[in-house]
């Protein structure tokens, strides 16, 4: 199976609702979990991370949490807003078919906030 | 600090020609990795450096990719002969000094083979 899975790969919210992205991990020893967005046209930028530390973190209207016994990690977007629709990406930590260990993305959930 | 860099942003050309794309990435980063971006199959890891060292080229897809980093603060991803379905968004991404943490994106080169 995939070392880092994401659902849904695409999610329809009204503007002011919220909305939510899951992923899933498959090693217990992954500790740090980024959120990217990609814009049309755009590169993937960060826009909130998360350390195994932790089970909660905010910034303004975006969230993270974690859950590592269940190992699943999900975005909370808060009041969403029509700039909010874009393609976002979560990944961890997990070994290639090669054996190194590096950043591993999902396959992205197009998020579209209809006005 | 500039970010990440890549060039050309744009490449046309034909099918059987040779394509270089080139990228610099953020100074002191020791990881730079490249990216293959597709509606089919999204983010796709082709190879990444670790003090201009490859060390996994797993993603690589045959023999028609190949990569380097001469030093630094210079990488190249050169297609030969290049093919259609080579047509892509590519990416270059560097971080500080572990390739699980954060990775820091250019603008990207979106390549079209005719």
């Known amino acids: 199976g995939e070392n880092v899975e994401q659902h849904p790969s695409t999610l329809s919210v009204q503007e002011g609702d919220s909305a939510v992205i899951k992923c899933t991990y498959s090693?217990?020893?992954?500790?740090?979990f980024p959120w990217y967005k990609q814009e049309l046209g755009k590169r993937p930028q960060l826009i909130i991370d998360?350390?195994?530390?932790?089970g909660e973190k905010k910034d303004q209207r975006i969230a993270v949490t974690l859950n590592k016994t269940a190992k699943h990690f999900s975005l909370h977007i808060t009041e969403t807003q029509p700039e909010d629709s874009a393609v976002y990406f979560c990944a961890g930590p997990a070994y290639s078919g090669a054996g190194s260990y590096q950043l591993t993305f999902g396959k992205g959930t197009k998020l579209s906030v209809i006005p | 600090d500039a970010g990440v860099i890549q060039s050309p942003r744009h490449e046309v050309t034909e099918m059987g020609q040779e394509v270089t794309l080139r990228c610099k990435p953020i100074?002191?980063?020791?990881?730079l990795f490249w990216y293959r971006q597709t509606m089919m199959r999204g983010l796709e890891l082709l190879i990444y450096?670790?003090?201009?060292?490859?060390?996994?080229d797993s993603g690589m897809p045959e023999d028609r990719f190949s990569a380097k980093m001469p030093n630094a603060s210079f990488s190249t991803l050169k297609i030969q002969p290049s093919e259609p379905r080579d047509s892509a968004v590519y990416f270059c991404?560097?971080?500080?000094?572990?390739?699980?943490?954060?990775?820091?994106f250019g603008p990207g080169t979106r390549l079209l083979v005719l």
């Open positions: 998360i350390r195994s530390n932790v």
């Open positions: 991404a560097s971080s500080l000094v572990d390739p699980t943490e954060t990775q820091y």
């Open positions: 450096f670790n003090n201009n060292v490859p060390i996994d």
């Open positions: 090693d217990s020893a992954s500790n740090y």
């Open positions: 100074s002191g980063h020791d990881y």
